[in-house]
């Protein structure tokens, strides 16, 4: 008997000394939030000095969140996931009012796959394309969308997290169910915090959002954004405090930085005054060139490819000083949009709508706040702290697609289907 409690004892030890890894994405994250002093982002700040930290992280293309948020936990791009754009597609009709909500439409193997074939335990929160996903605590992103789901959000993440777990953060929260995405934010250190305690996950994905919402109405740079920084930077501090870095990895990550939008373009009216999409009732009735607007950029479909030099010609034509053509060779070398003819990003200070019956070129009533760009217009950021990283690193510039084999290294996950090395410094 005594030989049977030694064994047990022992498997308890080498439980408890399995690595934790939380990965928290500050959606719309600019590295200088917490590289310069200036930004009230104090705790932000005191961990990229309690560990390592990056001066830029390059997203993949294009800089957009569900593409991003996607590469984070494949390690691939796009044209190897299968999310290219948040909005969902259709070849026949074109832009359809839902969003790439599931994630069996993720076309990789995904860290919380990975991780249950090691029965290691998963926890996700707001994480997007993950309704659906095989996570022990989740509680994905979704949200309503009239014409694309029945009921309200509250309704929805009921339907689609795990069993229970809303009720018993809940019944822990003094906070009553988030409406806007600062409310949310500010739920979930709660919200985290009941997982953590309950259940003890290996792996914790949190996904905050008000920081991209506020940066889109107000500008990159505008006092809006500044309060929004103090209040993420606040929640932040609040999740940070109930992780233990004696045997924690914290990673904190963007998915995408910012650029400010004084100007908006619609492709599509281009596409329309030469019969290229026609119109019924203000929908679409059918359409032979559609331009699938990701903010910064758009990807060009051409479903009939003898007027494809007349589509490109055209987009010389009014792209001067607006925007970049990326030919197909382009995109492949990219990995990325694998049905397109071609695509545009437009340069700083532009934006893209997919709007059609409406003018092609529209100043902004005050300024905005857009990404979707080129990837090396829209650094984002990376932090990570935990046992083994020396305080002060300087991790220069990295490829946002670094992160997931990371994660997968310190966990000693099945890394093989992942395009990027991990960081170097990690134990």
Avoid at 146 to 162: I, K, W, Y
Avoid at 168 to 192: C, N, R, Y
Wanted: charged fraction near 20%; proline fraction near 7%; hydrophobic fraction near 40%.
């Amino acid at each position: 008997m005594r030989g049977v409690f030694l064994f047990w004892w022992l498997l308890s030890g080498l439980a408890a000394a399995e690595p934790r890894v939380v990965l928290i994405s500050l959606d719309g994250l600019r590295p200088e939030i917490y590289l310069d002093s200036h930004w009230p982002a104090p705790c932000l700040q005191a961990l990229a000095r309690q560990g390592a930290s990056a001066r830029a992280v390059y997203p993949v293309f294009p800089s957009i969140t569900y593409a991003n948020h996607t590469s984070l936990v494949t390690g691939v791009s796009p044209s190897r996931h299968g999310i290219d754009c948040n909005v969902d597609f259709d070849w026949k009709t074109g832009p359809r009012p839902g969003w790439n909500w599931e994630a069996e439409r993720i076309q990789a193997p995904t860290l919380w796959e990975l991780a249950r074939r090691r029965r290691i335990s998963t926890a996700a929160f707001s994480w997007p394309v993950s309704v659906g996903a095989r996570v022990d605590y989740l509680i994905p992103e979704i949200f309503s969308i009239p014409g694309a789901n029945v009921g309200t959000t509250e309704d929805l993440l009921r339907q689609t997290s795990t069993p229970g777990l809303l009720d018993g953060i809940q019944q822990q929260s003094s906070q009553p169910f988030p409406v806007t995405f600062a409310e949310w934010d500010q739920w979930l250190p709660a919200a985290v915090g009941y997982t953590w305690r309950s259940f003890r996950p290996q792996l914790s994905l949190i996904h905050m959002l008000n920081l991209d919402w506020t940066q889109h109405r107000f500008g990159p740079d505008s006092l809006e954004t500044r309060q929004a920084v103090a209040q993420l930077d606040a929640c932040v501090e609040k999740i940070v405090e109930q992780v233990d870095l004696e045997d924690t990895v914290l990673m904190i990550v963007g998915d995408h930085g910012f650029l400010g939008v004084d100007t908006v373009l619609a492709p599509n009216r281009l596409f329309y005054d030469r019969g290229w999409i026609e119109l019924e009732e203000g929908k679409i009735k059918s359409w032979k060139v559609y331009a699938r607007s990701n903010g910064g950029s758009a990807a060009v479909y051409c479903k009939d490819s003898e007027l494809l030099p007349q589509v490109r010609s055209l987009l010389r034509q009014h792209g001067v000083g607006r925007w970049t053509i990326l030919e197909r060779d382009e995109l492949d070398r990219r990995r990325t949009f694998p049905r397109a003819s071609l695509a545009i990003s437009v340069q700083p200070g532009l934006a893209l709508v997919q709007s059609i019956d409406t003018i092609f070129e529209t100043p902004t009533e005050r300024r905005l706040g857009q990404h979707g760009h080129l990837p090396e217009l829209l650094p984002t950021g990376w932090i990570v702290v935990g046992p083994g990283i020396e305080a002060g690193q300087d991790l220069g510039s990295r490829s946002l697609l670094q992160v997931a084999p990371s994660i997968g290294k310190l966990l000693r996950l099945d890394c093989s289907s992942m395009e990027a090395e991990p960081l170097e410094l990690l134990p």
